[in-house]
């Protein structure tokens, strides 16, 4: 009887293994990146913290599409014009504002929405998440639009960062909620 159990067991671990796959990533050709050689590139894996994807950079991850389109770093002007009762950042801090398109490639007859997640990880390692503090963005993005098949939403995150390290950072992003996390620069 335990042979069965952990017979069962392990073809359980197996099928459970194989639902989740590496996100797929179309990165945008531009003159501007760097070419480095072959085995620099295989040196560190694309996607990590140390070498993330560039933004622009298209990750796909089971029926989602997600791409971030632009990083404007400081972007405390462009909130505190957005909304009078958004709070001035804190001291030693400024607010980062983050636009990402996510296209629905599934198809489901009732739609989906899209339940991406988006961090900011700070030089030192800390996550900052946009609900972190009460900021309303400039256009921001749509998280409860029931998307069909081939549709798309685009707007804004909003982040509290810090300021001497802004550009340090990275964005943690998963295009789906049950989907891999990948790194994207922020600049």
């Not at 085995?39 to 070498?51: C, F, I, V, W």
């Not at 398109?101 to 700070?122: H, K, Q, S």
């Not at 409860?144 to 798309?152: N, Q, W």
Request: charged share 20%; hydrophobic share 35%.
């Amino acid at each position: 009887m335990d042979k069965k159990l952990i017979a069962t067991g392990l073809v359980g671990l197996l099928l459970l293994s194989g639902c989740s796959s590496s996100p797929s990533v179309e990165q945008p050709s531009s003159s501007e990146q760097e070419q480095t050689a072959p085995e620099a590139q295989e040196a560190a894996k694309e996607g990590t913290r140390d070498n993330p994807f560039p933004i622009g950079s298209a990750v796909t991850d089971g029926d989602w599409t997600v791409t971030v389109n632009s990083v404007t770093l400081d972007g405390t002007q462009a909130i505190a014009d957005e909304n009078p009762f958004n709070e001035a950042p804190a001291e030693g801090s400024q607010h980062m504002l983050v636009n990402v398109t996510a296209t629905y490639n599934g198809d489901d007859a009732d739609g989906a929405i899209p339940m991406l997640t988006l961090e900011y990880v700070t030089k030192d390692g800390n996550t900052i998440n946009s609900f972190d503090k009460m900021i309303v963005p400039p256009e921001q993005f749509n998280s409860i639009e029931t998307l069909y098949a081939g549709a798309s939403t685009t707007g804004n995150f909003a982040f509290e960062i810090p300021t001497a390290t802004a550009g340090e950072g990275t964005l943690a992003l998963k295009a789906d909620m049950l989907g891999d996390k990948v790194f994207v620069a922020v600049q």
